[in-house]
């Protein structure tokens, strides 16, 4: 099926209200496409077809947890990765592939390509975008720190290449807490983008002066805190897994907070059989295969305080499909390209985090997992 026939999802979403002027997400309004999911005859063809387009292409995929099953599963089969936005980067600048197939969204492919300059990345669908990179244009975010001088400047990843460049220091959900309190030591004073609930987390666990832009993931920010606590009543035994882009008040009744590889490792350390996990239900594939003895319940983003956007699972990730993977690596179309000196830019922020996190004490976690709402 053509990307000209097949359906639109439109996503609205509201613009949070205004804490500071300047400092709002400008994206109302946002649309994905609806990948036709294949019959199992053409899922085990696409399958073949990448596994020899990727040996004859010298390439490698690497998967986010978020998007299909199939496409995590093959990415693993075929010697690729499944895991966040930054270890498919540093991944793919590790191996020796020199074709890089990114199924996620954009700020993803935009990373690896800022780490592998030389190498070409592909994306099955360059359209699949991120509600947090939609949200802080990189205009209006430079106008908000040209005001702010003042402040050091630290972004998520979830960020355009050109909101990279203008940062000093760019974080994941996984060291965030560490690299914020290092910059509170030092007595600096922070602006951050883009998740405000994020930066509202990082700032009870550390104390620092910071300043938001106020953006929101459509996915974490329709979790409902009243919902998730009768869910608990039903489950009295089960555990509560929350990523930290969730609202403060779904945050406050997790048993663990943290980043999707956090989350990973409490359904994999902790002793409980039951789990109610608040993040993108893409999530759930990779539980359930890692532990097979467990159960995870989608947190609820359903009932009467909801509007349910997104039903706990991203539409851009979904735009990601078999089809387009087949598609790119046949044609060499969809290449992520970053303008070299944007690139280099957004690269020290990268390389200041990488720089800092390696000189975490042995056995310290910069992956985030802190029972009873901790650091993550």
């Known amino acids: ?99 890089l197939v990114v199924s996620g969204v954009r700020f993803m492919g935009e990373t690896a390509k800022i780490l592998s300059p030389h190498k070409t990345v592909l994306m099955p669908d360059p359209d699949a975008t991120c509600s947090l990179d939609l949200g802080c244009p990189v205009d209006d975010f430079t106008a908000f720190c040209d005001a702010h001088p003042d402040r050091t400047v630290v972004v998520y990843a979830n960020t355009s290449a050109a909101v990279k460049a203008r940062a ?40 620092a002066d910071m300043l938001f832009w106020n953006g929101a993931c459509i996915v974490h920010d329709e979790f409902k805190a009243f919902e998730l606590a009768e869910l608990k009543k039903e489950h009295p035994l089960a555990r509560v897994l929350v990523h930290p ?30 789990f109610i996990v608040a993040t993108d239900n893409g999530m759930m594939h990779k539980l359930r295969r890692l532990n097979p003895g467990k159960t995870f319940i989608e947190a609820p983003t359903a009932g009467n305080s909801a509007t349910c956007k997104s039903c706990a699972h991203c539409p851009w990730m979904a735009m990601n499909s078999l089809a387009g993977l087949a598609h790119v690596l046949e044609t060499g179309t969809n290449e992520v390209l970053v303008d070299e000196g944007t690139g280099l830019r957004a690269r020290l922020p990268i390389d200041r985090m990488l720089a800092f996190t390696a000189t975490l004490r042995p056995g310290q976690a910069a992956a985030g997992l802190v029972p009873n709402v901790g650091a993550a």
């Not at 999802?9 to 002027?21: C, G, L, N, S």
């Not at 649309?31 to 990448?50: C, D, G, M, N, T």
């Not at 690299?179 to 104390?207: C, N």
Request: glycine share 6%.
């Open 1 to 99: 099926m053509s990307s000209a026939t097949l359906p639109d999802i439109r996503v609205d979403y509201e613009q949070p209200e205004t804490a500071q002027a300047g400092a709002a997400c400008g994206t109302r309004h946002a649309w994905a496409r609806v990948p036709a999911e294949p019959s199992q005859a053409e899922r085990a063809a696409l399958k073949q077809r990448i596994r020899s387009l990727l040996q004859s292409r010298n390439a490698v995929m690497v998967s986010h947890y978020y998007v299909h099953p199939d496409l995590q599963d093959l990415a693993e089969e075929t010697g690729g990765l499944v895991s966040d936005s930054l270890e498919m980067a540093r991944f793919g600048r590790d191996h020796t592939a020199q074709t």
């Open 245 to 274: 882009e969730s609202h403060p008040d779904v945050v406050v009744l997790a048993d663990a907070v943290g980043s999707t590889s956090a989350i990973l490792k409490a359904a994999r350390e902790m002793d409980v059989k039951e």
């Open 168 to 207: 000093d220091w760019l974080v994941t959900s996984g060291c965030a807490v560490d690299v914020v309190a290092h910059l509170k030591s030092q007595g600096k004073k922070i602006l951050w983008a883009p998740d405000r609930h994020l930066g509202a987390y990082v700032q009870r666990e550390t104390g």
